[in-house]
């Protein structure tokens, strides 16, 4: 896309359509690029991951002609003798799957096949044993509806020597792992992992497991969140939770920057609380605060944190020193943390989503997903995008989208139906849960009746 990312467009007060959102996120990270660290792994390992360069096939998948089917083999041109009619043929032995046939067949002669084993040459046609009746060393089946050729899989009819099997940027899905592995490669040669450090945010946020506090809740975002994050490949460093405080922020922030490519918060950026945070971003970046024509989710912080303002608190002594905020949790391991301090570092992305539990996870869904994927270096895959009749009246503002949760369902007439979870306040995490969809009623659209087509985002693949 040719948007180019406009600071001031994207001022404190505007509301961005969802559209634009996305344009100004790939203007920012565009000119960033993917991680360029790359890594060799063994197929068992390199689930998920985003392939660095294309892979060409160095064989023909299949390897060779073969059967279709448990059956006979013979000579399609014996087809002709017969004219659509009985055909009898003398078994003159068995190819078992990993054991070619070497022999020459004479005229009237079959072999009794696998399925799977390599086709003798000279013959092509497979007639499957269900269709046959056994005579002692012959076999008699009626040939009518039977062509030459029938059940054989031709080599190379997969994959061809020579071309692309798989594109840079490929994830390595369980289908494209096993693509690999036909094609006899061991290994893969990925992206590195997209490091992104998470923290919560806000003072009534308590850990789960703690005792309950007057006022205080438990922090499930970053639960939520960084599940998201590992269902989508990224090596997560979870940095915990932080009050309300602007020291405390600015530590963690100078921390999360200078250990990960993409810092992801939530909470404490709606319009009161974004204004004491807001001087302190902007001395350790360029950090817009941005309302979403949207629901949930309408406040979002995108931006930059430079490396130059996280040198004022270099890795090596932060990982010595005492912090005033609560400790870096335990899952950010020691060698972790020396890999990371030994990297390269750019500007690290700053992702801010609002604090309520699905505002939080709608906005990584719209959002934070396809930046992760453009920065992560995986290639645009074509967002699955259903039709479906709502079985009941919705109502809606026009001027903002919404994304409600939904249930996708067949009616008795095979058409795709969907209602909602219920109750769709933006902390109600229940509705999330029940939800197998998206509803996605864009700007324009006005209130929805009963029997409607709407949009719906299908949540697997999503989550
Ligand atoms: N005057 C205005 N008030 C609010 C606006 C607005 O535009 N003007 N926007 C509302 C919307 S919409 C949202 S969403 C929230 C977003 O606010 P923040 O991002 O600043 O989030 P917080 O105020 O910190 O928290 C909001 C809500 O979520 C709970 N929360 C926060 N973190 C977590 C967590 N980790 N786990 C679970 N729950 C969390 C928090 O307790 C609050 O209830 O602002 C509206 N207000
Ligand atoms: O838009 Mo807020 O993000 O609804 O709850």
Redesign the pocket.
């Known amino acids: 896309m040719t948007a180019t990312f406009h600071p001031a467009a994207a001022s404190t007060a505007q509301n961005l359509s969802t559209t634009q959102v996305l344009e100004q996120l790939r203007a920012l990270l565009q000119p960033l690029g993917a991680v360029a660290e790359q890594e060799t792994l063994s197929l068992s390992d390199a689930l998920d991951r985003i392939l660095a360069e294309p892979v060409a096939c160095p064989v023909d998948v299949p390897p060779h002609d073969n059967s279709a089917m448990d059956g006979y083999a013979f000579d399609g041109t014996e087809l002709d003798s017969v004219n659509g009619g009985l055909l009898r043929l003398r078994v003159v032995g068995t190819v078992l799957a990993g054991a070619p046939w070497t022999q020459a067949l004479a005229q009237g002669e079959c072999v009794k096949i696998m399925t799977g084993a390599v086709m003798p040459a000279g013959l092509d046609t497979v007639v499957p044993h269900e269709q046959v009746t056994a005579c002692g060393e012959e076999i008699e089946f009626d040939t009518c509806g039977i062509r030459p050729g029938a059940n054989r899989r031709l080599r190379g009819e997969d994959l061809r020597q020579g071309e692309v099997a798989l594109p840079a940027g490929q994830r390595l899905t369980p289908a494209a792992l096993g693509l690999l592995a036909s094609l006899g490669l061991g290994l893969a040669t990925v992206r590195r992992r997209l490091r992104v450090a998470y923290f919560?945010?806000?003072d009534?946020?308590l850990n789960p497991g703690a005792a309950p506090r007057e006022g205080a809740?438990?922090?499930?975002?970053?639960f939520s969140l960084q599940g998201l994050l590992r269902r989508m490949g990224a090596q997560v460093l979870d940095l915990g939770?932080v009050p309300d405080e602007p020291a405390a922020l600015e530590e963690r922030l100078r921390e999360a920057a200078t250990l990960a490519d993409v810092v992801l918060t939530?909470?404490?950026?709606?319009?009161?609380?974004?204004d004491h945070t807001r001087a302190m971003l902007q001395r350790l970046g360029t950090v817009q605060f941005w309302?979403v024509a949207m629901r949930?989710?309408?406040?979002l912080a995108v931006g930059l944190l430079a490396p130059a303002a996280m040198a004022l608190n270099p890795v090596a002594e932060r990982f010595t020193e005492k912090s005033a905020i609560s400790p870096i949790p335990e899952s950010v391991n020691s060698s972790e943390k020396q890999s990371i301090s030994m990297s390269s570092k750019r500007p690290a992305v700053l992702l801010g989503l609002?604090?309520?539990?699905v505002?939080a996870m709608v906005s990584f869904l719209m959002f934070v997903r396809p930046s992760l994927a453009l920065l992560s270096g995986e290639r645009a895959a074509p967002t699955v995008m259903l039709q479906a009749l709502s079985s009941e009246r919705l109502r809606k503002r026009e001027g903002r989208t919404e994304y409600l949760r939904g249930v996708l369902d067949l009616n008795e007439q095979g058409q795709a139906t969907v209602r909602t979870t219920g109750p769709q306040g933006?902390?109600l995490l229940s509705s999330m849960v029940d939800a197998n969809c998206i509803i996605v009623l864009d700007d324009a659209r006005g209130d929805v009746q009963p029997g409607e087509y709407v949009h719906v985002l299908p949540m697997h693949g999503l989550i």
């Open positions: 919560s945010t806000g009534e946020l809740i438990y922090d499930s975002n970053r939770s939530s909470g404490g950026i709606s319009a009161g609380e974004a309302r949930p989710g309408r406040p609002p604090g309520n539990p505002a933006s902390a």
